[in-house]
């Protein structure tokens, strides 16, 4: 399978525990893109990438979260001292310049959820 | 602030029937336009995009509609199948800046084809 792969798929942990998600994207493309959403809404942005530098964060993206793209091919997305609020979906998606705007092809999500 | 917001929260419509889904934006600025299905425990998948400086685009039994005028978008789905059963999401891209094309969503419409 070539498209966007995310693991954990599915995380629980108590309030307080820092976690971890990775999100590998469709190896050409050089757009990485975070999301989180909620149950009954849409995704909200949170953090891009283009190849390894991160140019944008969403006002939603506390202190207590981090991106990162170390090498322009995979990411990771760092929670600290979790709180319940942070229960979400997390999705990742990937795009390449020469598709359409807004074409983005996204992964299946990382499940977060915070006792 | 700029939203993009759903009329109806829930569609019903008989299997081969057609289905209109409408979204209202609020963001005169937006660029693009895009629609997004997203099936159960799936991450959101791209359907079709539409310029602003468009105001009809057709895809494989999808039709997009664009009234700038209105602030309004709408997807048409032609002989709809089961697999139809989705929430579909409406997107924009506020920012010309074609570097980043962070999608900013609507709440979604959950469509359900009726056998």
């Known amino acids: 399978d070539t498209g966007v792969s995310q693991d954990p798929r599915h995380k629980i942990t108590k309030r307080g525990q820092n976690v971890t998600f990775r999100c590998d994207p469709i190896?050409?493309?050089?757009?990485l893109y975070w999301y989180r959403q909620t149950l009954g809404q849409g995704p909200e942005f949170l953090t891009y990438?283009?190849?390894?530098?991160?140019?944008?964060k969403s006002r939603l993206l506390s202190d207590r979260f981090s991106a990162e793209r170390p090498k322009g091919s995979f990411s990771t997305l760092e929670i600290q001292r979790t709180e319940q609020g942070d229960s979400a979906m997390y999705l990742c998606?990937?795009?390449?310049?020469?598709?359409?705007?807004?074409?983005?092809?996204f992964g299946p999500g990382t499940r977060l959820t915070v006792l | 602030g700029e939203s993009v917001g759903l009329h109806l929260p829930t569609l019903s419509v008989q299997e081969g029937d057609n289905s209109i889904i409408n979204c209202a934006y609020s963001?005169?600025?937006?660029?693009?336009f895009i629609w997004y299905k997203q099936e159960s425990g799936k991450g959101p998948q791209f359907i079709i995009d539409?310029?602003?400086?468009?105001d009809k685009r057709q895809g494989q039994r999808v039709t997009v509609l664009l009234n700038k005028t209105v602030k309004h978008l709408s997807l048409q789905i032609a002989a709809t199948q089961p697999g139809d059963s989705a929430v579909y999401f409406c997107?924009?891209?506020?920012?010309?800046?074609?570097?980043?094309?962070?999608?900013?969503f609507g709440t979604g419409t959950r469509l359900t084809i009726i056998p």
């Open positions: 190896s050409e493309h050089n757009r």
């Open positions: 998606a990937s795009s390449f310049p020469d598709r359409g705007r807004g074409e983005q092809f």
């Open positions: 963001n005169s600025a937006s660029d693009y």
């Open positions: 539409i310029r602003s400086n468009m």
């Open positions: 990438f283009q190849n390894e530098a991160q140019l944008e």
């Open positions: 997107a924009e891209i506020g920012t010309p800046d074609f570097g980043n094309e962070k999608l900013t």
